[in-house]
């Protein structure tokens, strides 16, 4: 189903934050009952999740919002969730697709074809990101059986270039901010990093608790249980990072 097929993890850099810190994380705000499932959602995630779309439909470091806002139509598209209405240039509606729904299968020439079509290789990282967030809003969704939101209009005005100078590449793609792993896939984009925070905080473990192993974040499930639900679902959707 291609619904099944777009919960698989994939690589920007080594394994990218796309399923653990997002999809595989919308579970820990669904209680289990015995069998029963209950599917109310929480203020700080419905926060976190304005704050995104807001996010998505401004304008970013190298696309405009209606570029931003069209990724994240082209990603529902791609998962069948939606219909396209927008048009993107081939090299940017293929890698919203394969992102969305297939980013196990990114490959190392996938980024050098982005940068032989003369596009900044920063850039493939705001569309990553773009489309990493309206997934994970929309797993989130789905699993709760709600409505999925219409996307926002875009807000005009063209992109502003917000950069970390210390981003380079190393043991990955793209560049990032010390060594790549999935924390810190989308660094080299400050903006882009605080939208995946956001999120993250809200469905996953927030930055401040995360490597205090003793101390519980205060979710629905304890931390065993998100971590074991994080494992077993990213082991299931092939996310090596």
């Given amino acids: 189903m291609k619904y099944s097929r777009s919960l698989r993890c994939g690589s920007l850099t080594a394994r990218s934050w796309i399923v653990n ?9 669904v209680a289990i009952n015995g069998a029963s499932m209950h599917t109310h959602t929480l203020p700080a995630v419905e926060s976190a999740i304005s704050a995104a779309l807001a996010a998505i439909a401004s304008p970013g470091s190298f696309f405009t919002g209606a570029e931003r806002i069209a990724f994240a139509e082209h990603a529902r598209a ?17 890698a919203v697709a394969r992102v969305a ?7 190392l020439a996938h980024v050098e074809a982005w940068e032989a079509d003369g596009r900044e ?3 493939y990282i705001e569309l990553v ?7 994970g809003i929309d797993s989130y969704r789905f699993a709760l059986g709600h409505e999925l939101e219409p996307l926002p209009a875009p807000v005009p005005g063209g992109p502003v270039p917000i950069v970390d100078a210390d981003a380079a590449k190393m043991n990955a793609w793209v560049p990032t901010v010390g060594v790549a792993l999935a924390p810190t896939a989308l660094t ?3 903006n882009e990093k605080a939208a995946k925070k ?8 927030p930055d401040n608790v995360i490597h205090k192993y003793g101390e519980e974040p205060g979710l629905e499930l304890s931390r065993p249980q998100m971590e074991l639900v994080a494992a077993r679902t990213s082991w ?5 990072f």
């Fill in 21 to 29: 810190n997002v999809e595989d994380s919308l579970v820990t705000h």
């Fill in 78 to 94: 791609a998962r069948g969730l939606g219909e396209v209405t927008s048009s993107l240039p081939p090299i940017l509606a293929e």
């Fill in 101 to 107: 729904a297939d980013a196990k299968s990114s490959r």
């Fill in 121 to 123: 290789v920063l850039a």
């Fill in 129 to 135: 990101s773009v489309v990493a967030q309206i997934t």
């Fill in 188 to 190: 080299a984009l400050p």
């Fill in 198 to 205: 956001t999120l993250a905080s809200a469905w996953y473990i």
């Fill in 236 to 240: 299931l959707n092939e996310c090596f």
